[in-house]
């Protein structure tokens, strides 16, 4: 089968790869779509550190959010049909430690993460996943089921900060996890949800799915638009999704007493200045939140009975063979570029064309 596999920093090769080897307790699954999200453009700079700490094997197919249909079955697998649309979840864990056993799969110390660590991904025409983390999606067109992933990261920092409908949210950063995270804070009731971010184009695609007040950083006043849009109160939740410094000076100046922080960004190194005085008198909790362990069935419910919805986001299509293409438009936002998704049965590009999902 043909797969892109990494080598190196920059060397990410389409190549013909053996097959997967089909475990009993595995599902053979013919990739229909593949999103691109910015850890494959850290994977393809190599900069990424499960490649750089050498954590992880290489080669390795890389992908993390991806779809497709059941085309064989392990010998001890029987939840799953031939035909079947599914999706399969990024922390595989080992079931067995404590962590594992919690639902907390995401801290694992022995998980491998499917196209980052030691576990190959979806950029390939087959994968073959262990059915206890492989979710039938069968109410979903394949390319909105492959972003189950960045729909479970949003939902489960949600979660994290105890959203509910008492509670002004703010979403920082209008990428892709934020524009799900406008959606999930919105199915959680949220009081109001304010979307902060600097480019106009995503705070209108912000609006689209669900924003009710947005603010572009850049041109107008953080601070009296969100006390403007909360009458005073500030806001109860924060849901970070910025991964950059400047964001914490943001996040700083809206919260309210007893704010609940959840950060899904990755600073690369770069440190944040905190004043922790105003956090302690406030009873402020900043959470950290890694992917989304358990919450897969949630988040493929709320897509398919249209709580979310991925469709605005997925701005771009390619066939696989066109990889560093894909990843060169998420850079340079081609088109105001919000998601590509690469299909492995597609022989040629179709560009901001509804396909045939079949
Ligand atoms: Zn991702
Ligand atoms: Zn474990």
Sequence with gaps: MKAIRYYGPKDMRFEEVDQPVVGADDVLVRVRAAGLCATDLEVYDGVMFYFTSGMTRMPLITGHEWSGEVVELGSHVSDFSIGDRVTGECSVGCLQCEYCVRGW???????????LLNRDGGFAEYIAFPRTFLHKCNGMAFEEAAFIEPTGVALYATKLAQTTPLDYVAVMGPGPIGLFMVQTAKAYGARKVILVGTRDDRLAVGRQVGADVTVNVRSENLVDKVKQATNGHMVDVVLEAVGKPSVWTDI?????????????????????????????????????????????GEAIDLHERGAVTAKPLITHRLPLAQFVEGVEIMRNRTDNAIKVVLEPGQASGVRNQEVNDG
């Design 252 to 296: 700083a100046s809206i919260v309210a007493p007893r704010a609940r922080i959840a950060m899904t960004g990755l600073f690369a190194g770069e440190k944040c200045a905190v004043d922790f005085d105003p956090l302690v008198i406030h009873n402020v909790s900043i959470l950290g939140s890694l992917g989304g362990p358990s919450v897969w």
């Design 105 to 115: 799969y995401n801290q694992c110390p022995h998980r491998t993460e499917t196209g």
